[in-house]
């Protein structure tokens, strides 16, 4: 498939706040984890190229159950403020360590569990023929925004009466995919680099990013009623 060796990581960790079991519950049926994994089996990543890192016992255990890797995180890497970058960065340690070969890992968030056919396959494409450290999916972001600070509103991005068409093309961070080569992970501890390769989609999935119980409404709707998934 490329020139570079690629190894996919899962990210699930134990504990959130918000939504307690978040990363095992059920989406359409399926734990919410199993989204991303049978993503990057679809997309034709092996099976044995697939981890799940985590530090909770049960859904490792569940993940073994589809054939991929797990990596148990250690219990220094699952607290609230404890980044993603630090977290790949540790297995990466891991890899050079067990002589895996990996030149550029690839972030799925369980979060973020539809993702449009080709999304990767298409990704990779493009990343394997750049020189970039990075590559991020970003969305067209068409929202009129501004800050509040003692009861008054003080628009960004636009002025008072001014049409959505004529606003400055701006984009957020979605979410759905990540590419990043090890040596900006172990160097800067960052996804995302200062070259970053931004690919823009306006799919439908990418509003979908399961924080709360109620994210998964959306989520459910679409899995049931959307048909046009390709990227």
């Not at 002589?99 to 690839?106: K, R, S």
């Amino acid at each position: 498939m490329s020139l570079l060796n690629y190894q996919v990581i899962i990210p699930a960790r134990k504990g959130s706040k918000r939504f307690p079991g978040k990363n095992k519950t059920h989406l359409a049926g399926k734990p919410l984890f199993q989204h991303s994994i049978e993503f990057a089996l679809k997309e034709g990543i092996p099976a044995n190229q697939i981890w799940i890192n985590s530090d909770d016992e049960e859904l490792l255990e569940l993940a073994k159950g589809f054939d991929v890797n797990t990596y148990r995180r250690e219990e220094a890497l699952a607290g609230d403020l404890t980044s993603t970058a630090a977290v790949l960065r540790d297995q990466v340690v891991f890899f050079q360590n067990k002589n895996i070969a990996c030149d550029a890992v690839i972030l799925l968030q369980v979060t973020n569990p539809l993702r449009p056919t080709e999304l990767l396959s298409k990704s990779l494409e493009i990343f394997n023929s750049s020189d970039r450290s990075s590559l991020c999916t970003f969305s067209r972001l068409n929202k009129k925004f501004g800050s509040i600070d003692k009861d008054y509103f003080f628009p960004k991005n636009y002025l008072p009466g001014q049409r959505m068409q004529d606003l400055e093309p701006l984009f957020f961070e979605n979410g759905l995919l990540y590419i990043t080569k090890v040596d900006l992970l172990l160097q800067a501890e960052k996804i995302i680099g200062d070259d970053v390769f931004p690919m823009v989609m306006d799919h439908i999935y990418a509003q979908v990013d399961i924080d709360e119980p109620d994210d998964l409404i959306l989520a459910e709707y679409l899995i049931e009623n959307y048909i046009n998934e390709t990227f």
